[in-house]
């Protein structure tokens, strides 16, 4: 069984064989598979119920949401080409204390809508504390109380991201996707490493230059080889940081 804290490439399930990184949807057909009372089981039901979310989009959200809640707590979530959303209601859900969550994303999925209202019917507590803004990032005002999160934010809109959440003294997180070498800067380690790697690190130096304390981390690599996961909190908010 898989569990929150065990993601295997794939698990055989009553001779069924289950891979977490497929784009496969999730359906009334899978939920079976989440059986016990855990947090995580009762999101991946809701999904299921809802039936138009890729269970590697369900992974990736949990193991993105949880790694960030154990850094940052409260706030404003801000979700940037957040899709359907699900990052967002978990972030919410994994700390109460969040106000709100925003999911920015020029083209919102149609079917956001009814994760939501299954998200919803299974956690009260979350009506008309998510809410969709169809248009770029760049129109949203953020604050530094907010919590700027990304999962798979393609090529440079990653950088992009960090930018607009360094200017604003928020806290980030990222998620990198589709590294592009053309708009990306990998700076000068790419002769050693793989370009992909050399542009992440380069992002995680200049966060740390331009003043914030800065965790590297990964979520497994069963669920996304592109699993680097970048977080960063303005040096000046972390009392207990020594330079």
């Not at 992974?59 to 949880?66: C, D, G, I, L, P």
């Not at 914030?212 to 303005?234: D, E």
């Amino acid at each position: 069984m898989l569990t929150r804290d065990n993601v295997s490439p794939s698990s055989t399930i009553e001779g069924v064989e289950f891979d977490v990184s497929s784009k496969s949807r999730l359906t009334n057909y899978d939920v079976g598979r989440f059986p016990t009372d855990s947090l995580f089981d009762r999101i991946a039901r809701a999904v299921c119920a809802a039936g138009c979310l890729p269970r590697k989009e369900l992974y990736e959200a949990w193991e993105v949401a949880r790694r960030v809640r154990r850094r940052f707590r409260g706030g404003r979530v801000v979700d940037v080409a957040g899709g359907h959303g699900l990052l967002a209601h978990v972030m919410l859900l994994l700390d109460d204390s969040s106000p709100e969550a925003i999911v920015v994303d020029p083209a919102v999925p149609p079917s956001a809508g009814a994760l939501s209202e299954q998200l919803v019917a299974a956690w009260p507590r979350l009506a008309d504390r998510v809410r969709w803004m169809s248009q770029p990032v760049d129109t949203v005002v953020l604050t530094e109380d907010d919590v700027v999160v990304s999962s798979h934010a393609c090529g440079s809109l990653s950088d992009h991201i960090l930018d607009r959440a360094v200017s604003a003294a928020a806290r980030v997180a990222v998620l990198p996707c589709c590294h592009d070498v053309d708009s990306c800067d990998a700076g000068a380690l790419a002769g050693w490493v793989d370009a992909a790697l050399a542009i992440d690190l380069q992002r995680a130096c200049t966060l740390e230059r331009r003043g914030y304390r800065v965790w590297t981390q990964t979520i497994p690599a069963a669920i996304t080889p592109k699993n680097r996961l970048l977080l960063g909190v303005r040096r000046s908010d972390v009392p207990s940081f020594r330079s």
